[in-house]
């Protein structure tokens, strides 16, 4: 919170200079036609992307020397608010001069930058963010149509976040590595989820397909079981968890202690076990001829604490119920 | 034209009458009513003479309350919470009924009480916008149900429901009704000997009054918990020093929208229809609800093609403030809830623009305003991907 936040609202102070411009004036808005790009011996593509119930939807034209590949022209047409209507404008202008290859590597984030008023200051709000995601599916799209393949070939990794072209691997790895643990740790190390915020939970602006919630909670049960197998057989009782050192404790008493008792016609059970400022209590509760035995208090209860010391960990304290 | 304001139902400008009314309680009679001494006691006439005319204004009986507060959200959150608190205080779980086109203060304020164990019904609108009383009929359980809100006016399209059906089935029930009359009030008339509602709450600065002062009316014989503690002011129901001079001015504001009221119905509704009727000229544009159940200074129109955004920012560019429930223009990109309620579509959700006039609107206002509606509409078609040729 800040004093911004505070007052709220005002999305358009945030709007560059060049944002407004575009969309007071857009300077690439229009359509080519087959005539068009037919007298320049250049083949004609339209993609569409988005649909009007959504908010946001493009057109984009690309007029493509098919010798080349060089996209020699370029306009659209565009539903939507004053950023996606400026996002399309420099989407077409990026792509002019270009060949379809080099196009297909103009991301969001160049679109966006290439409207700021200086290098540093973000063109839009984040939550607008989103709105230039558009310019880098339709480019897919194009270029999909252009090369009659499915769009798919020009995604090489799951994108979490589109406004922050985050992947699925990257946030993964930043969880593992700095042990982040919640989804506004993961928003400061890699910017996914800083802008329209549809990919932190269900129910934002457009469904997805990762919610970083869900990558949060599988990843931290990734690494559990992970640290879990790492340490296996080697991990230190004071590591372990309670049921991990209630089953060692088991262990020795069923190996070490019981065939002695049973013997004498008795047994022991352990009741309960707690931790407790560094140390591990064990309840046990003697059955059979133990029960009534008068060494069960001395001898016996010596016996299994020591052996339950030496041979589980020395944190141990033993008590009669 | 310099400017042109059309967006009353979020504020209104206040009324220089209102202004100056309030002026002396800043710098002569800033003393505190709760005080003996003269500094306070000489303001509390002014206080009866606010009241007196806030009563008048919406016809409530002397042995009614009507509560000063900041705001008619201050107020929606006072009676609803009110009812959880006493069910809290009685062990008693209780059923609450509100409607799906509820403003905020009221609709987050009962998601608020869900996650605290309320049983809360939503009720849906009918295909006219309107919560149907038969629905409100349905709903209720006079074992279990404890409060109905619903809102009188809605602020999106200026529908208005029809409370005085609301009123006598809750009292046929033994229920207790809580209606939002922000949007009501000063648009059309509010008659509490008409309307049997238990609760009403208002802001002031929706009818030409400050902002931050609002009312919240109690019939006799109705209850609230308070929200806030703290001191004996208004009854001991609301604490917190009472700011007198927003009260003086919410008291006139009230007293001269009263006044305006006819002049609201025939010379505002008759440039809202000019309005109206220019955009219903267009092609390919509907205007939500029936004009004439509608606050007569209210037009929530859809113009397809054109994302709600950016008509307000055209319109912006041309100095004209109106209102769009586009949830691109919304911070947290949410569809507007009355839209989505109303089903009309996702369309109208990106498409709708809100106007809402006032009584200082005058008819060169709106003969400029059709003319940049008229151009803006055009730019942005020919901008929009909607009405290109088929492709594929």
Do not use: A, E, R
């Given at each position: 919170m800040a004093k911004n936040d505070l007052i709220g609202g005002a999305l358009w102070e945030n709007y560059s200079d060049k944002v407004s411009e575009r969309m007071n004036?857009?300077?690439?808005?229009g359509e080519i036609t087959e005539e068009e790009a037919a007298a320049k011996g250049a083949k004609l593509i339209v993609a569409d992307f988005g649909a009007d119930s959504c908010g946001d939807a493009v057109r984009l034209y690309w007029m493509v020397d098919p010798r080349t590949d060089i996209i020699l022209d370029s306009k659209y047409k565009s539903f939507g608010c004053g950023t996606a209507i400026a996002s399309s404008d420099v989407t077409a202008e990026l792509c002019i001069g270009k060949t379809v290859d080099e196009a297909v590597k103009i991301t969001n984030i160049d679109v966006e930058k290439a409207l700021r008023d200086t290098p540093d200051t973000p063109a839009v709000p984040p939550q607008k963010m989103h709105c230039s995601v558009m310019a880098y599916d339709v480019i897919k799209k194009a270029a999909s149509l252009y090369k009659e393949v499915d769009m798919s070939v020009f995604e090489d990794e799951e994108i979490v976040c589109e406004c922050a072209r985050v992947s699925l691997s990257t946030i993964k790895e930043v969880i593992k590595l700095n042990d982040l643990k919640t989804v506004e740790e993961i928003t400061q190390y890699t910017k996914a989820g800083a802008f329209c915020k549809s990919c932190i939970k269900p129910g934002g602006h457009e469904e997805r397909k990762f919610y970083l919630e869900d990558i949060l909670r599988d990843t931290r049960v990734e690494m559990e079981r992970e640290r879990l197998n790492a340490t296996g057989g080697n991990k230190t009782f004071a590591d372990m968890t309670l049921i991990q050192k209630h089953k060692e404790v088991d262990k020795t008493i069923t190996e070490s202690i019981l065939p002695i008792l049973n013997a004498d016609g008795g047994s022991v059970e352990v009741v309960d076990m707690k931790d407790v400022d560094g140390f591990t209590d064990v309840f046990i509760s003697y059955k059979g001829a133990c029960a009534g035995c008068a060494a069960s208090r001395t001898g016996t209860y010596e016996a299994i604490a020591d052996t339950l010391r030496n041979k589980v960990d020395e944190s141990i304290r033993v008590h009669i119920l | 034209m310099e400017r042109v304001y059309l967006d009353n139902n979020a504020t209104t400008l206040v009324d220089p009458l209102v202004k100056e009314a309030m002026e002396p309680f800043f710098t002569k009679m800033y003393g505190n009513p709760n005080s003996l001494h003269s500094f306070g006691t000489e303001v509390r006439p002014y206080m009866g003479l606010a009241l007196d005319r806030l009563y008048a204004g919406i016809n409530a009986d002397d042995e009614d309350d009507i509560i000063i507060n900041s705001c008619a959200s201050e107020g929606n959150n006072t009676v609803i919470k009110s009812f959880y608190f006493d069910s809290v205080l009685n062990h008693k779980k209780v059923q609450m009924i509100t409607s799906s086109i509820e403003h905020p203060a009221v609709s987050e304020t009962y998601e608020f009480l869900e996650k605290l164990g309320v049983d809360v019904k939503w009720l849906p609108v009918n295909a006219d916008g309107i919560v149907d009383p038969d629905e409100l009929r349905k709903a209720i359980d006079p074992d279990k149900t404890s409060l109905v809100s619903i809102i009188w006016a809605n602020n999106e399209t200026g529908l208005i429901n029809p409370v005085k059906e609301y009123g006598e089935i809750c009292r046929e029930n033994g229920v207790k009704l809580h209606l939002d009359a922000v949007q009501a009030i000063g648009k059309i008339p509010v008659d509490m000997q008409e309307v049997m509602a238990d609760y009403i709450t208002f802001s002031a600065h929706k009818f030409h009054g400050p902002k931050g002062v609002g009312g919240l009316y109690i019939r006799r014989g109705s209850t609230i918990t308070p929200l806030m503690h703290g001191g004996e002011q208004m009854a001991g129901i609301r604490a917190g020093t009472v700011n007198t001079p927003y009260m003086v001015g919410m008291g006139l504001a009230l007293e001269l929208a009263g006044k305006n009221l006819d002049f609201e119905n025939t010379e505002v509704r008759k440039l809202r229809d000019k309005l109206e009727d220019a955009i219903l000229d267009i092609e390919d544009v509907e205007v939500i609800g029936d004009r004439n159940i509608r606050t007569p200074n209210t037009i929530l129109a859809s113009f397809r093609g054109i994302e709600g955004e950016a008509f307000l920012w055209d319109l912006n560019q041309n100095g004209i403030a109106a209102s769009t429930g586009s949830a691109c223009s919304s911070e947290s990109l949410e569809s507007n809830p009355t839209f989505v309620a109303m089903d009309i579509g996702a369309d109208l959700a990106h498409t709708g623009m809100r106007f809402s006039l006032s009584r200082y609107t005058t008819e060169d206002e709106i003969d400029y305003t059709i003319d940049v509606i008229r151009k803006s509409v055009k730019r942005l078609r020919d901008i929009s991907s909607t009405n290109s040729k088929e492709y594929i």
């Open positions: 004036n857009p300077k690439y808005m | -």
